[in-house]
């Protein structure tokens, strides 16, 4: 079955660190991807999408992911996080034919701390 | 102020009773999807509809029944069927449906407990 593994479950940075959250999903063909971002009492909302293209996505709040083909990744990385970026964060994925249904990981909890 | 409204936040219910989460959106999409939440799971798709009056089960989808008899509206029904109703609900939308890929917006979400 197609899946989506989110390595870390928990992140704890404290601000200014530098943050790669891992994201590998298992379908062989073409995938569209995507980091959500689950602000605490927020709506989950889009952080950025890759459907094809540039395989580095600059994405809202100087997030950014890099879609590695050979290795089935898409991480998302930020040079310098702040106190407001605590979130949980969700990889997902659309395979090619996917009718736009998305295949979501279980996310990553992210606490920074000031 | 355009999006999607999901009422209630909160619901209680007890074992062996239906129950009717709302969902209503005015962005004017095709697509409305229901997706559940559990802790350490991500989210699981229950149901989507890629237009008006037609609806198709997700991964998850028994226990559930939907309908979408508007454009803007995609009601879930929990039934007593589901063993295991107690989970966030969300509800999201995208502009098309059928094959056309792209962002889905979310709702806030109803958090519901069945005891």
């Known amino acids: 079955a197609q899946s989506v593994s989110q390595h870390n479950h928990h992140v704890i940075l404290s601000e200014a660190a530098s943050l790669e959250l891992g994201c590998n999903y298992s379908?062989?063909?073409?995938?569209?991807l995507f980091w959500y971002v689950q602000y605490p009492g927020q709506h989950l909302q889009l952080l950025l999408k890759?459907?094809?293209?540039?395989?580095l996505v600059k994405g809202i709040k100087g997030f950014e992911a890099e879609f590695i083909k050979s290795k089935f990744s898409f991480n998302l990385r930020k040079p310098s996080v702040q106190w407001s970026d605590t979130a949980e964060y969700f990889c997902?994925?659309?395979?090619?034919?996917?009718?736009?249904?998305?295949?979501f990981g279980a996310g990553t909890r992210l606490a920074v701390h000031p | 102020d355009g999006g999607i409204t999901q009422s209630p936040k909160y619901l209680f219910r007890k074992e062996g009773q239906n129950v009717t989460l709302s969902c209503e959106q005015n962005?004017?999409?095709?697509?409305m999807y229901w997706y559940r939440q559990d802790p350490g799971q991500g989210l699981r798709l229950i149901y989507y509809?890629?237009?008006?009056?037609?609806?198709q089960k997700g991964d998850i989808a028994e226990g559930y029944s939907v309908s979408r008899e508007k454009k803007e509206s995609f009601p879930l029904t929990v039934t007593s069927a589901q063993k295991n109703p107690t989970a966030f609900y969300l509800c999201?939308?995208?502009?098309?449906?059928?094959?056309?890929?792209?962002?889905?917006?979310f709702g806030p979400g109803t958090r519901l407990t069945v005891t």
């Open positions: 962005l004017n999409h095709d697509a």
């Open positions: 379908y062989g063909g073409t995938v569209n």
């Open positions: 999201a939308s995208s502009i098309k449906g059928g094959g056309y890929v792209d962002e889905q917006y």
């Open positions: 509809s890629q237009i008006v009056n037609d609806f």
């Open positions: 890759y459907f094809s293209g540039d395989p």
């Open positions: 997902a994925v659309i395979p090619w034919g996917g009718y736009n249904k998305l295949i």
